[in-house]
């Protein structure tokens, strides 16, 4: 038989006592029922990635502007923009007669890597390269032949035969592409150069007017209820405004990032300095853009995402610093969630609830504006998922720095044992890949592994 020393006999006897209290608290901790709050928690802080990485995910970061790729190779850009390849002449070349082709294209592009696909329609584009083209078969006029046109060639945006026939286009579209998860927002364009929005007093004719420009926003509205849309913020303020009332998915949009100011009223208008909290705020670069203007531009006003090019400047030209600058752009327009921390209990019971403590932060510039749903999940010891139950948390209320979620946590039917506790972020319509986080681990199902519990009878 092993002797104690006096050494060692006081060890034990301190060990012992810590045993009870340890034991005594845990049985403090307990209540008769209802739920827990993590006794005896031990407190997970799961890897997080550099804030250099690039974390990709749809509705962020650089889109295909015109098919391009982002001029840096650690910048993907996995959502597709259409806008010059998906003009009206193109879509409805004869009245009632409606090429889906283009549009169709731009929809399996997006599918095809789980991303989000967006376009414009535009009806007036002077000096844009499809209005030289000479093989009209292939290449309509910018405009279908039965829109009314002013002297100047922008469409006759205030007669009934215009307004009407926008109307039929976007209906069409609508019940064509209204409810396919992979559209991700609509710009809603129609009006104004190049579909932005505005016009040359004088030397494009005559502007719409009120009734005409918010018939050409209703029309859009009523095709597409539950698409994210976008209006140029080159409108006017009040009419802007009133766009962003009529429909609770409206958000904004500016076509010059990295210019002056971003010729948007956004810089300058108090009034529209918040929408990003809600609605979505996308971008395109300028042609004549500045890659450090604008990407501190990204961040002072909230933008989600921008174009992969349109910049005249291009990646191979530009100084370390441009260079730089450009891929922070991409790398911190939109959502940016990490999984901060996990307090968890060493073990529960079955039956009981809990409240495992998780804390969230968002880093991007802004949050994101889809209903993702976080899930958590115990996986055994053979890897198989035996139990998953979701948050209430809703990210889009998370639009910069961090937030604690306390979701309710009660498993039953298990064998007693260890588990591992994972948390994924999903998109309900089952569309999206779940969502990538700002962490490390990553498992080839998408989700993140936190920590481990013991499952008890």
């Known amino acids: 038989m092993q002797l104690l020393t006096r050494d060692k006999f006081r060890k034990a006897r301190i060990g012992f006592a810590a045993y009870v209290a340890a034991a005594l608290t845990l049985t403090l901790a307990l209540p008769a029922q209802g739920a827990i709050t993590s006794p005896s928690a031990r407190v997970y802080r ?88 000479d093989d009209k078969a292939t290449w309509p006029d910018l405009a279908p032949s039965f829109i009314p046109l002013q002297a100047s060639g922008a469409p006759d945006w205030n007669s009934e035969e215009f307004l009407s026939q926008w109307e039929e286009l976007m209906a069409a579209l609508g019940d064509r592409y209204g409810d396919d998860p992979a559209l991700g927002y609509v710009d809603v364009g129609g ?39 976008l209006i140029n913020t080159m409108t006017p303020v009040d009419f802007t405004l009133w766009a962003l009332e009529s429909n609770p998915n409206m958000g904004l949009r500016t076509d010059s990032l990295g210019a002056r100011n971003m010729n948007s009223m956004v810089t300058v208008d108090a009034r529209l300095q918040d929408v990003w909290r809600t609605r979505p705020f996308f971008s395109e670069w300028a042609t004549s853009g500045d890659p450090v203007l604008g990407a501190s531009q990204v961040s002072q006003w909230h933008i989600s995402a921008t174009s992969s090019r349109s910049m005249r400047l291009l990646y191979a030209n530009m100084s370390s610093a441009q ?88 498993v039953s039917g298990l064998t007693r044992g260890r588990y591992q506790l994972l948390v994924e972020v999903l998109d309900p319509s089952g569309y999206s890949a779940p969502m990538h986080l700002a962490n490390t681990g990553r498992t080839s199902a998408g989700s993140y592994p936190v920590g481990w519990l013991r499952v008890r009878g």
């Open 323 to 410: 260079q730089s600058a450009y891929v922070a752009a991409g790398r911190t327009a939109g959502y940016r969630y990490q999984l901060k921390s996990v307090s968890l209990p060493y073990s529960i019971r079955q039956g009981v609830t809990y409240t495992p403590a998780i804390t969230w932060a968002q880093t991007g510039s802004a949050p994101t504006y889809d209903p993702w749903r976080i899930r958590l999940v115990l996986r055994d010891g053979a890897g198989a998922r035996v139990w998953s139950g979701e948050s209430t948390l809703d990210l889009r209320t998370l639009a910069t720095g961090t937030k604690t979620d306390r979701p309710q946590m009660s």
């Open 191 to 229: 009006y104004g150069l190049y579909g932005e929005w505005w016009v040359r007093p004088g030397e494009d004719g005559d502007a719409g007017t009120q009734a005409s420009m918010r018939r050409i926003v209703e029309a859009v509205n009523k095709a597409f209820p539950t698409k994210h849309l």
């Open 46 to 133: 799961p890897g997080l990635l550099p804030s250099s990485s690039v974390v990709t995910n749809p509705m962020r970061g650089h889109y295909r502007w015109m098919n391009y790729e982002t001029q840096a190779e650690s910048l993907p850009a996995t959502d597709v923009y259409l806008r010059d390849q998906v003009y009206w002449g193109r879509l409805e070349p004869r009245d009632n007669e409606f090429n889906f082709s283009y549009l169709d294209a731009g929809i399996e592009q997006a599918r095809a890597t789980n991303s989000k696909f967006g376009f414009r329609v535009m009806a007036y584009c002077p000096g844009c390269w499809m209005t030289y083209r």
